[in-house]
């Protein structure tokens, strides 16, 4: 298992350096980078104020790892100073070649120097670090609580298989599988955030004012209070899946010959279910948690956060890509890679634990 390891690990290196090349490309050819918006700014605003604002900043902006269309900068740029052209270029880093630009990414991103925010002033693992903690509530929230409700239940529904339970659930599931993410969110928000008709939850943020004043209890409760919403967005799309595939796993397991025979030797049910087809069972279902929880915690909180003004990870990759803000967005990028990249190697490590049985290393 060692050597599969290692093997994973060193395909991690190519795998990243393909993802970025590819992201490098397509950011090389999109029109409407930073420097055409500095520029269409400037000519909103007048030159002065952008020249001054130049002179002021350009000292303190270190070289960007990302490119912008040349065309489209050439024809944003008709009636430009070339001068001043050159210096809001070199402020964003976009005066090197792109050749030299991609290569002064690989080396950075090595060693995760992700450069500083266009925008922001802010290092790109700064702003990471600051709104880590809001995706990181709804991502271990929301897959917790799906994996507590979905696997008794997709136990229950294979127990029962065939009953108005099973059916009546099947229903449900499947009808909260169909509502779309953003349109629930938004029905929520109407009935209970102070829409139309109730107002008992919070529309934005993650704690109340006041909320380092409050006692550890009154802590707790303001931050389960704000997420509330949130989290039933998240999760009434997120059952199905996971329900179904437990389901199917245990009515597979139930059926094989190693179950009849443990019945036919008198073992209680309880102990059938739970002594043995538990294990084998819940191999697919467990094995898949860590790459779930990356799932859910990148990606699906997306729009919970735009539309929940949740300041986390999901809004700030999204306001980076309104923006062209590309030491964020290709930071962002890296990270999350790299992270999907490990949690499937944990996957297949997970697997051999639950099953001792699966040898990678023995597969050609």
Known sequence: ???????????????????????????????????????????????????????????????????????????????????????????????????????????????????????RDRTVLELIWEKLPVSASLGVWSTLL?????????????????????????????????????????????????????????????????FADMSLFGQILDYFWHLALPLIAILIGSFATLTML???????????????TARAKGLPERRVLYGHVFRNAMLIIISGFPAAFISMFFTGSLLIEVIFSLDGLGLLGFEATLQRDYPVMFGTLYIFTLLGLVVNLISDVLYTVIDPRIDFESRN
């Open 146 to 210: 799906v994996y507590l409700v979905c696997i008794p239940l997709g136990i229950s529904k294979a127990v029962r298989h065939g009953s108005r339970f099973d059916i009546w659930t099947s229903t449900v599931i499947i009808i909260g599988n169909a509502i779309p993410v953003f349109l629930f969110a938004i029905i929520l928000i109407i009935f209970f955030a102070g829409g139309n008709y109730l107002n008992w939850f919070p529309l934005r943020g993650l704690t109340s004012d006041g």
């Open 246 to 260: 437990t389901k199917n796993s245990f009515l597979d397991e139930i059926g094989k010959q190693y179950v009849v």
């Open 1 to 119: 298992m060692t050597a599969y390891i290692l093997r994973r690990l060193l395909l991690i290196i190519p795998t990243l350096i393909g993802i970025m090349t590819i992201n490098f490309v397509i950011v090389q050819v999109a029109p409407g980078g930073p420097v055409d918006q500095f520029i269409a700014r400037m000519q909103g605003h007048g030159g002065m104020d952008v020249t001054s604002r130049i002179t002021n900043t350009s000292s303190e902006m270190q070289d960007s790892t990302s490119t912008s269309d040349q065309a489209g900068r050439t024809r944003g740029a008709q009636g430009i100073d070339p001068e001043l052209l050159r210096e809001i270029e070199r402020l964003y880093g976009f005066d090197k070649p792109a050749h030299e630009r991609y290569l002064q990414m690989l080396v950075n991103y090595a060693v995760f120097d992700f450069g500083e925010s266009f925008y």
